[in-house]
């Protein structure tokens, strides 16, 4: 199974970006799939999470209201919708699957994309 992110880039604060990532070699359906994110000198962290039905779903308090996480299992994506865009939002987003496990914890996801920069300046 491949994950591959795109939909990065340089935008204003404020802005909105989305995010997909597609399943390639697997069935979506079949994975809980996530959005973390790295911020230079940091640790990845939890974004955003959905069922394998793509409901319910799970966001990080320092997201919550403003991205939104969806899945669209018939065209095997998944997407991140990222409105109100803050500087503090930059980092590399990584879209991450598993086919058992859900959750806000990294090792819980036995599949990774190797991400997609999204830069918000000020």
């Known amino acids: 199974v491949l994950l591959v992110e795109s939909g990065g880039g340089l935008v204003q604060a404020g802005s909105s970006m989305r995010l997909s990532c597609l399943v390639s070699?697997?069935?979506?359906?079949?994975?809980?799939m996530a959005w973390f994110r790295q911020a230079l000198g940091k640790e990845r962290e939890f974004v955003a999470s959905a069922h394998w039905t793509g409901s319910p779903t799970d966001y990080a308090d320092s997201v919550q209201g403003r991205f939104a996480i969806s899945k669209d299992n018939a065209k095997n994506m998944v997407h991140l919708q990222m409105d109100s865009l803050k500087p503090e939002d930059t980092a590399v987003y990584f879209c991450a699957a598993d086919p058992v496990r859900l959750g806000k914890a990294l090792e819980n996801y036995d599949y990774w994309g190797r991400g997609t920069q999204v830069t918000v300046s000020s």
């Open positions: 070699g697997g069935t979506a359906s079949r994975f809980a």
